[in-house]
């Protein structure tokens, strides 16, 4: 059995998954703590792709990073590079698709303990640098670390998005939910059957581990309510 | 010497006061929603002010032109309400967070009797010692004034006593301006050197 597909998702939800952790719990702390005009359609604007078909999403990838796209246009002149039809396509597919997941999970968690907590660490002459590293994250962290695996999940689950921008190259981007897709498509049930047990074991695995986890941290310093 | 100017518009009326407080205990009563907190709020830079101004020993929080000065640099302590101890961090933790002087550490913590506390977390201490240890924190970081929002209002009749007692104490030896806000009228006759009333964001005379 070629184990290609498992190592390919798992750097393509690997690498999106860092990428959709830093910039969401980064605009999720920015847009939550501030007050702008037309801060609802940002809003709205980043949790589009939850409500998008994942073709759609797909769709408009392929519109930005094709190669006659506005960016796609840009990278092959400036770097001599095509994202689609390669890993990276993939990369931002389930970066594009994950995203609103990981913000609403950050977004909730910033908002979600007592402002005054900041604000004493505040009038003790604390910087917002500090206050967000010793004081925010880490009261944030049960639900930033579920905006996590979420975020992961998600990522490699994507299939739509991806096989518009990245399509299926074998060895190159066939992650599992492709290789499901097209081992059932040319009569492979036993190697569709391999990866479906696969992408279940991972899935369940990460699930039990978080709910595992949150129940042993909320005993630890949540129990003052 | 602490000196408060204060307008601000509130979603049902308008804040206005103004006031002094020498190393003495202000007390500010009045009924819930009359604009106390939010005062307290303005003076520790938690809130900002439509109008006015705010000095402390000659240090202007609102510059003309100038950003006002940040809650971090008013060196003004504040103990809150529900006291707001970092509940993911041990007693020791907390009131070392802003700690300027070691020696001021141990001397309040042997003062305040919460030395067997030192190890415990928020969630593992009774709403008294909690208090005790907001008082601690607030007072490791040297502040040339303190502010307390009710701190008293969710203890038990003895403990409150306690801790009255206990704040008068440490008002002697501090000698620093401190406003307390409460609308318990036998706490602000027992603690407040003055007593300023308000109603619908302004002194009553």
């Known amino acids: 059995m070629d184990l290609t597909p498992l190592y390919l998702s798992l750097r393509i939800a690997g690498i999106a998954t860092v990428i959709v952790f830093i910039t969401g719990v980064f605009f999720a702390r920015i847009i939550t703590r501030s007050r702008f005009p037309g801060k609802r359609i940002i809003e709205s604007l980043l949790m589009l792709p939850l409500v998008l078909p994942p073709t759609v999403v797909g769709f408009g990838l392929l519109y930005l990073f094709g190669n006659n796209g506005p960016i796609g246009t840009l990278l092959l002149e400036w770097f001599d590079f095509q994202v689609v039809f390669t890993w990276i396509g993939a990369v931002i597919a389930a970066i594009v698709v994950a995203f609103p997941l990981m913000y609403q999970s950050a977004a909730a968690s910033f908002q979600k303990y007592d402002r005054n907590i900041e604000n004493a660490a505040r009038t003790m002459g604390a910087s917002r640098w500090r206050i967000f590293w010793t004081i925010s994250f880490p009261l944030a962290w049960p639900g930033l670390l579920a905006g996590l695996v979420l975020t992961f999940a998600r990522a490699l689950g994507e299939f739509g998005a991806t096989l518009m921008i990245a399509g299926y190259i074998p060895n190159q981007t066939e992650t599992i939910p492709l290789a499901i897709y097209f081992a059932v498509e040319s009569g492979n049930r036993d190697v569709a059957l391999f990866w479906v047990l696969s992408i279940l074991i991972i899935g369940f695995a990460a699930i039990l581990w978080l709910n595992w986890w949150s129940g042993r941290n909320i005993l630890r310093f949540r129990s003052e309510d | ?205």
Not at chain 2, 61 to 80: D, S
Not at chain 2, 153 to 170: F, G, M, N, P, V
């Open chain 2, 1 to 205: 010497m602490l000196f408060v100017d204060i307008q601000k518009k509130m979603p049902s009326f308008l804040l206005d006061v103004h006031f002094k407080v020498s190393s003495e205990i202000v007390v500010l009563f009045g009924p819930s929603g009359a604009g106390k907190t939010t005062i307290l709020n303005c003076i520790a830079g938690l809130s900002q002010l439509d109008s006015g101004q705010i000095s402390l020993n000659q240090r202007e929080f609102h510059p003309h032109n100038k950003k006002p000065v940040p809650a971090a640099k008013r060196h003004v302590g504040y103990v809150f309400q529900d006291y707001a101890l970092f509940p993911h961090m041990t007693v020791e933790k907390n009131i070392r967070y802003g700690l300027k002087d070691e020696q001021l550490l141990y001397q309040l913590v042997e003062l305040m009797g919460i030395n067997h506390l030192l190890d415990n977390y928020p969630h593992q201490i009774s709403g008294g010692e909690k208090q005790r240890v907001a008082l601690v924190r607030a007072f490791v970081t040297k502040p040339e004034a303190l502010l307390l929002d009710e701190p008293f209002s969710s203890l038990d009749q003895q403990t409150k006593q306690e801790c009255q007692h206990e704040l008068l104490h440490l008002h002697k030896t501090w000698n620093i301006p401190m406003i307390l806000v409460t609308h318990d009228e036998e706490e602000a006759s027992k603690l407040g050197d003055r007593i300023l009333k308000m109603d619908k964001g302004k002194l009553i005379l």
